[in-house]
């Protein structure tokens, strides 16, 4: 293993014979590819600058505009409104260079016209939203306005293939809701949570309020939602995420699991520099702007501004906020293992090939060293309370060799933990995915560090997994990184028999280089400090996976309903079983629609499924009354997450009410009994096959188990599902140990219950009515 060491480019010392100069040819090498590959992504940003500043349009119709207009100006004739000779006029010259200078400048105006005018009719188009409101799928009709609007959608944007961010200038702003609507849609959300007294009292708190200071802090938002590109997106990072000071750990970051059906390798060295070279692909895909935005039905783009920020990415702790800090390039990642840390170069000239990384990777493996004192658990610090942290930093990690070796973590492209122990996964012993999840979602609480964009993390058995920190992105847009990770092992022929990466190196990879630390008793005392919180949160969290296998996404489209409303009304059947009343649930949805959109908040107790669950027990309702109560609750589900995605959602709106509130520094009863209830059932569905490369019809096996995340509430539950195909569906199922009212494993019961007995009244339904 190669130590750390100095390098100088060149050296000079002045003897009694004069200059004696040294030259160290491979690090002025490094320089110079390192300052070629700087330029060369500087001139593919400007060429990708310019691409998506015309889109729709293309640069060479520039030059098609300029030949026409010449080839009309030499003929004789007039081009439109006369310009080439109103130039000329202007600037008094006949002369050809003159009158090739007027052609041009005219056929600039008319290119910017039309370019501009493309772009401005797309945005509008883009504007409709009616088209989430019709049904879609086999047998459903789609309205004349739908269809023309699709047909001038792909008309404009389907004649020049798009780059990552070329939809960006196109995408609508955020609309802003009105109060009154935002009002009524809460009124409406909380009217199963509250009996008849404490209803018409928050009745009477939303009049005063819609009637009161609440006018007052929409004006300002008003003028917030047209200053800036997206009224929420700015204050929901700042306020939600970076102002945070508890721990990131459990409560904030989340983790991904590996596709469980398939294993290409036993070896963690092959297996981590497939993963590591996957990523690194992806991100020079990225920074080229060549990996295509996610488009709804191929026609309707999603806002990519949030993918910027997956590779490269920090967040850097501060006393009262943290800070996000990104960097346009980053040559090398950090890898951790058996508590110490590795800078290891993954470019040379190009990104290295799996083969050369196995080789990196393998060193690591077998480096007999020992950790530095207090090097082992000094990620607990990313770990536990964000003060705490800041204070660490600015005390012994902001000079000297500390700081170089922090600076090295925090600029890497990303960071790898090889584990050693295994990741494992048996459908006749679920603890064991229990494990995996744990291991991933917190490890030991300093093998992960927590303020990466995202921690790649590798089993001794070849599985892998992550672990993501929250404010830079949302959970779909690391999902679609995992995606492309887990799909490139299945569309290349990555492994030899043996399980190693197949090829043959090329280069000799620079070695890895063992970062050095000078942790004094002092800083190891305040690891410790944070240690005992990571230690405290690790022993309170509790996690269940529940695998159902017995029917999925198939079913319920037979079925005829959304797969992810039917999913929603079961949690809410199984809370009410398992607590005995409602509660107010939140599931994530996405505003992606619109520039720099986030998420939204869908509220799936509603009074249409509080209906459906009292009537599941009760035993003097029919099944075709359960049916079309459960009919019912999933179309009022449905349009409350197509009224989210449309920007008609309720608690972000509210939320930026609030902080306009806090800065005119007016209380308002109403905005702090809303933001003050506790979200007791917290959901998200973690998209699957976002992108055509994971296609199950042909890789049946790839199936990604999806991920989770920790309880918002102490008293509550976090759940994360997927939809895994046809016939699997996922449940990441959290509590806290120290309530007595949660219990993940028997919650997990209840979901089971639940999806049984709604298969059963389908069945029974279909049966009594003659259904197939």
Known sequence: MAEAHQAVAFSFSITHEGWDVNFDREVLHLVWQSGIRSWKKRIARFQN??????YPGHLWSLWLIFS??????????????????????????????????????????????????????????????????????KGSKTSLPTKMWFICVRIFSGWNRPKLYSFQGSLPRLPLPSLHDTMTRYLRSVRPLLDDANYERMQQLASEFENGIGKKLQRYLWLKSWWSTNYVSDWWEEYVYLRGRSPLMI?????????????????????????????????????????????????????????????????????????????????????????????????????????????????ILEDKTEPLPGEERLAALTAGERTHWANVRRMFFSKGINKTSLDVIEKAAFVVVLDDFPYEFDMQKPDKLDNYGKILLHGTGYNRWFDKSFTLCIANNGRIGFNAEHSWADAAVTSHVWEWVITTQILENRYDENGNTIGKPEIVPPAPIRLNWDIKSECQEAIEKSMKVVTSLIDDIDLRI???????????????????????????????????????????????????????????CTIESSRWVKAMDDSSTTTEERVELLKQACHRHQMGYQDAMCGKGIDRHLFCLYVVSKYLEVDSPFLQKVLSEPWRLSTSQTPHGQTGRMDLSKFPKCISAGGGFGPVADDGYGVSYII???????????????????????FAKEIEKALADMKALYIDYQSHNGSK
């Not at 600058?49 to 015309?54: A, E, F, K, L, Q």
């Open 251 to 363: 409560n904030s970051n989340f983790y991904g699991i590996d596709a469980l059906f398939m294993q290409p390798t036993l070896s963690q060295a092959a297996r981590a520099a497939s993963a590591i070279n996957s990523c690194l692909v992806l991100r020079r895909l990225v920074e080229r702007q060549e990996l295509e935005p996610i488009m709804i039905q191929g026609v309707v783009p999603l806002c990519s501004w949030q993918y910027e920020r997956i590779f490269n990415t920090t967040r850097i702790p501060g006393m009262e906020t943290d800070k996000i800090v990104h960097l346009h390039d980053s040559n090398h990642i950090v890898v951790y293992h058996k508590g110490k840390y590795f800078k290891v170069i993954i470019y040379r000239g190009r990104i290295l090939r799996p083969c050369e990384i196995q080789i990196q990777i393998q060193q």
């Open 68 to 137: 026409v207009v010449s080839a009309v100006h030499f003929l004789g004739n007039a081009v439109p409104f006369d310009l080439a000779a109103k130039i000329l006029y202007l600037l008094n010259e006949t002369s050809m260079r003159w009158q090739f200078a007027a052609c041009f400048l005219t056929a600039l105006l008319y290119w910017l016209t039309i370019i501009f005018t493309l772009r401005y009719t797309l945005k509008f188009l883009l504007m409709y939203k009616g088209w989430m409101y019709e049904s879609r799928g």
């Open 49 to 54: 600058s310019i691409h998506n500043g015309v």
């Open 724 to 746: 895994a195909g046809e016939d699997m569906l996922f449940f990441h199922i959290s509590n806290k140990r120290c309530s007595t009212k949660t219990d993940c494993h028997r």
């Open 546 to 604: 529940y695998v159902h296998d017995n029917y999925g996404k198939g079913f319920i489209k037979r079925c005829k309903l959304s797969p992810d409303a039917y999913l929603q009304m079961a949690l809410q059947l199984a809370y009410y079983r398992d607590a005995g009343r409602f509660s107010l649930t939140y599931e994530a949805s996405m505003t992606r629609l619109f520039r720099e959109g986030r998420t939204e908040t869908v509220r799936p």
